[in-house]
């Protein structure tokens, strides 16, 4: 293995432009004559609009273009959609609600757009926006979900009766309403899963460009999956035909699922550059980002947990209002479904379960995947169960999971997933040594001899990501499938390219993709150039999302390589006059194994092209392409333990020691993976103690800032413990799983369970600010 090669702390390539400021943002791009735009947004939660009069905007200095959703519709540009098909439980498929780019008829959330206005400057139209004058007739709003289903509640969408989008169940209700009939000890809970704003560093922005010479537009957009952006602008919405759009997502700043999705400003942005005859520009400022940015989270379940006379699980039952705001998003539907309730068997042996899931409109964001999608919730929902199951059993935590975990694999969960490869037991043996999980006693002591209150937590976690076989989830109402494509270049001078339909936005693909070439040819990293993010580059290609990069991206790129290597052997062993058998790679050189023989990488490469001597009917060149489609999902899991210190005083909690321990398969880069893991952990912790999006009654969104919505800092967070142990996945050639989304899944439940521990309570509510702990604490002294 070279020190370059797959398993080596390769320092990311990326980040001398990043860290030196030469990473080039949507923000940083400047087509000749572009223009910028702003909207005007519906400052009401729901209201209809009775008139829009634009005339005085028109006519303020360096307006360009005042546009509404009529003329829109008039062009005959598409409503957004959902494109993962949901059936309730009567067969009747999902309720999906009509999403106009810019809304003209109604608008159905704060910050639904009305009006974009096109001028030379910013300012400028900024400036015009608020001049336009709208006149709405304001409606009654409801922003809770549970709300939103009773008789009384506004009706948001004419399609969706009641305000219910779909009521799925998955599993077997009846083999669970007769464990939880037989049970020895029921655990019942209400979960409430509190909604996120992503607030990834880069706000969303979007350029677009109409070529009129040439009838053909170009996007420049934060997006994650480019080649998905193309085809739903194309096919669904009407914007332009896919062989004259090019879509462009260059160095984005973040994504955490917020930037998988189509949103209206892209559209928009395309469609006002050929209304105006100039090139477009958006960029949202943060308030634009919280108003409108998909948000995450937002259910509120019941669950009921079975068990017998032996502490074994026997069911679980779970019922689950999911808020998806004011309209259904790319990929909402699948999130508390398929996403969501496949996952309700955790690590656990559980013989029956049963899970109902309706999903609800209300007059707030709309909700879709962020980072964990669907998983955190399902995680914190079974591990916030199992730590109360425990302390009402009178068992421990650790041994009561221990009791029940699955040992034997494959195993094949009652709903849908079959795990593959784990091993649970060494990750939670693992997190318990690094914690001192037995000396903690003796911590809890010294801390109440300083006034504190001490509390450990654990949470057990698993998650179904590397999104996913193509013919599986497309039987589950996926509107595509999700392999992905690469496609290996070998210059004339023997450096190589990788064309990759993943998105790196911060993962670190130019570092680990190049790594795999490594360890494959040889040649160094800095020899290996990673592209993505371009329509008019890359083949079609799926994006980045779901953990899938490693596994289905990567997968992608070994099979390609595998195709390379082929002819690579075939064309050293006619230089060398060998047999194609007996060559191998190895440090740069293609050698004839057991002797000194050999022809440099480069060389091989020259002699491809040169063609000047290439075996017998043999094309020149070295250039290969695959596809790769996964077998199953893969199935990372872990082991997370966290400590924490309350002041009574102050309601004050300090997260005094995490330890995460993950099983992620083969690792690429150990480096890159713990900072994956720290970043997730970081954003667990933070929706467990202080993020918390809050509407108020009528609509209005109250965290729609940094000064309100608190995000985690330095300071609210300690130096992580983080290992990982290893069951390769059979499921793909190099036996990796997902880690980009775990610190994310995994930490919420072990910080709330830390807290209720140290408090000595069975439940509190995310975020456990200082004053809901505070007043936590007051509760169990009177």
Known sequence: MGIEGVGARVARKEDKRFITGAGRYVDDMVVPGMKHAAFVRSPHAHAEIKKIDVKKAQAMPGVIGVLTGKELKADGIGNLICGWMIHSKDGSPMKMGAWSPLAFDRVRYVGDAVVVVVAETKGQARDAAEAVDIAYEELKAVVDAPKALERSAPQIHPEADGNLIFDWELGDSAATNAAIKAAAHITRMKIVNNRLVPNAMEPRAALGHYDKAEDHYTCWTTSQNPHLARLVMSAFYNVAPENKLRVIAPDVGGGFGSKIYI????????????????????????????????????????????????????????????NLGAYMSLFSSCVPTYLYATLLSGQYDIPAIHANVRAVYTNTAPVDAYRGAGRPEAT??????????????????????????????????????????????????????????????????????????????????????????????????????????????????????????SHSHGQGHETTFAQLVNQRFGVPIDSVSIVHGDTDKVQMGMGTYGSRSGAVGMSAVAKALDKVEAKAKKIAAHLLEADEGDIVIENGALKVAGTDKQVPWFQMALAAYTAHNLPGGMEPGLKETSFYDPSNFTFPAGCYVCEVEIDPETGVTEVVQFVAADDFGNIINPMIVEGQVHGGVAQGIGQALLEGTRYDASGQLLTASYMDYAMPRADDLPSFKVSTSNTPCPGNPLGIKGCGEAGAIGSPPAVINAITDAIGITDIAMPASPSTVWAAIRATKH
Not at 267 to 292: N, Q, Y
């Open 263 to 322: 949103y209206p400003e892209e559209i928009i942005c395309l469609w006002a550059s050929k209304k105006t005859g100039v090139p477009v520009k958006w960029v949202a400022d943060r308030t634009e980002s919280f108003l409108t940015d998909a948000h995450g989270r937002d259910h509120v379940s019941t669950v009921e947990m079975a068990f017998d006379k032996d502490n074994r699980i026997t069911g679980l039952k779970v019922d689950t209002i999911a």
């Open 380 to 501: 914190y929902l079974l591990e916030r169960t199992m730590e109360t199951a425990a302390r009402e059993l009178g068992v421990s935590p650790a041994e009561l999971r221990r009791k029940n975990f699955i040992t034997s694999f494959p195993h094949q969960t009652p709903v849908i997933m079959n795990y593959d490869a784990g091993d649970y037991a060494a990750s939670l043996d693992a997190a318990m040594a690094a914690a001192d999980y037995a000396g903690f006693a003796q911590r809890k002591a010294d801390a109440a001899n300083r006034g504190k209150l001490r509390g450990i937590g654990m949470s057990c976690y698993i998650e179904a990501c590397g999104l996913a076989p193509s013919a599986a989830v497309g039987s589950l109402g996926a509107g595509v499938g999700l392999w992905e494509s690469a496609e290996v270049r070998v210059n004339a001078a023997g450096t190589i390219e990788v064309l990759t339909g």
